[in-house]
């Protein structure tokens, strides 16, 4: 048996000690930066609650304070829905889109020098285990 959920995990921590250890001036928790960097992926920095926690792989009650310290800090804003009041979307302000940038090439970066040695089609074969395992965790 391979046991390659032991290696993500450890890949997952040391990956996530780097980008906040790199990133530590912005003062974020991983799963802020997570939030914010699945933000900036939709369209316009905006999405439903509902559809960041899928991105994210993180329940509401944990979102939901996340999103409260990143609202606190000005780098998210939450309202309605335009056509659907009861669905809240969130958006990145001007600020945290400057942050979730910086978020993001920080990842890009990381990235890029951890595939480096690599097949090209490795990443591609990654992203595929990755998936399947998601697929089957929930």
């Given at each position: 048996m391979v046991f390659l959920l032991l290696d993500l995990q450890r890949a997952t921590h040391a990956t996530?000690?780097?980008?906040?250890?790199e990133l530590a001036d912005l003062k974020l928790t991983p799963s802020e930066l997570n939030a914010l960097a699945n933000l900036a992926r939709h369209?316009?920095?905006?999405c439903t609650v509902s559809e960041?926690?899928?991105?994210?792989?993180?329940?509401?009650?944990?979102?939901t304070s996340i999103l409260d310290r990143l609202e606190q800090r000005g780098l998210v804003s939450r309202g309605p829905h335009q056509r659907d009041r009861r669905t809240v979307v969130v958006r990145?302000?001007?600020?945290g889109?400057?942050?979730?940038?910086?978020?993001?090439?920080?990842?890009?970066?990381?990235?890029?020098?951890?595939?480096?040695?690599?097949?090209?089609?490795a990443a591609?074969?990654?992203?595929?285990?990755?998936?399947?395992?998601?697929?089957?965790a929930t």
């Amino acid at each position: 048996m391979v046991f390659l959920l032991l290696d993500l995990q450890r890949a997952t921590h040391a990956t996530l000690h780097r980008l906040t250890t790199e990133l530590a001036d912005l003062k974020l928790t991983p799963s802020e930066l997570n939030a914010l960097a699945n933000l900036a992926r939709h369209p316009a920095g905006a999405c439903t609650v509902s559809e960041l926690g899928a991105a994210a792989g993180t329940r509401p009650t944990t979102l939901t304070s996340i999103l409260d310290r990143l609202e606190q800090r000005g780098l998210v804003s939450r309202g309605p829905h335009q056509r659907d009041r009861r669905t809240v979307v969130v958006r990145l302000t001007a600020p945290g889109t400057t942050v979730a940038t910086r978020v993001l090439a920080a990842m890009a970066d990381l990235e890029r020098r951890a595939l480096a040695t690599l097949p090209p089609d490795a990443a591609g074969d990654a992203a595929a285990v990755l998936h399947a395992l998601t697929e089957a965790a929930t």
